[in-house]
């Protein structure tokens, strides 16, 4: 057990002792060593709480079954996350755009030194410079070194793309949408991906279609790169749960590195501002 489980266990236990909160939302080791994600809701299993650099799927996902009553004039439930900064902005996100409360959170935030998928680093991680989230109730402090890449490491595979040609580009990009399986994986483990109903599994949809052609594939990768557009916090949870290995990560970090070169923009920074697209200034210019 390593200081962060200490920390993360010892949080968990209080919260639930004092009635915070009626579950803790984290991580637990499963089968073979791997890790996969647990909803506490007693204080004698906090011990099965757990944190290391598997742990690389957005939890908030989970707030979207817990936030409405779970019956008629009972109170919406208290939930306690423990999460990664990027993740912390996906709550700001779904705070901004009305789907929850920040009353019914406690969030025992992760000091972040980075996580990976199938033992290799993720990309997202291998750039990102935040390492404290924006909020949290509780800071878990990280047991091993973080090392920050500069500033104008942050998007280097996404400035080398840029270089390539359209016709490059385009090769790149069928290679690999031809692997998709449209399983939505990538749509499900989001959690700004709460629509109701989703309109790639619409049969008579006017903008796309269920075939499993590489347009139709292609469409809708860039359709939901679209739809996360300045609302993307580049967590790379849609990476990390696709079958296929497909880098999603790199699609949703050019348009957000669009959108802050545009409009100095970061999705999740305050809950009180409002997603960039849901917004509108007649006096706004872009410099293109």
Known sequence: MTKMDEGIR????????ESKVSAVIGY??????????????????????IWNEDCNLNLVNYLHQRKMPAGKDQP????????????V?????LISEQQIKRENLKIIGIQCAGTRINKKARITCSFCQERIPVDYDVLIESDKPIEI??????????????????????AYWTEEF?????????RQACPGCYCFECVAEQVDSHWTSIAMKVPEKMFFHVMRAYHLAGRCVLCGACEAACPMNIPLSKLNR????????SFGYKTGDDPKHAPLLAC???NERLHI
Not at 89 to 93: C, D, F, I, M, Y
């Open 28 to 49: 637990e080791l499963a089968d073979k060593g791997r890790v996969r994600p647990v909803v506490i809701e007693r204080t004698e299993d906090v011990d099965r709480l």
């Open 280 to 282: 509108f200034d007649p």
């Open 10 to 17: 010892a949080a968990a236990r209080q919260l639930l002792e």
């Open 149 to 170: 890449p500069t500033e104008s490491d942050g998007f280097a595979d996404i400035q080398e793309m840029e270089h390539w040609t359209a016709e490059e580009r385009l």
């Open 89 to 93: 902005r996906a709550v700001n996100l």
């Open 178 to 186: 031809d692997r998709c399986i449209r399983c939505y994986a990538c």
């Open 76 to 87: 919406i439930p208290k939930t306690a996350l423990v999460i990664r900064p990027c993740d």
């Open 254 to 261: 050019k348009v957000a590195r669009d959108i802050l070169e």
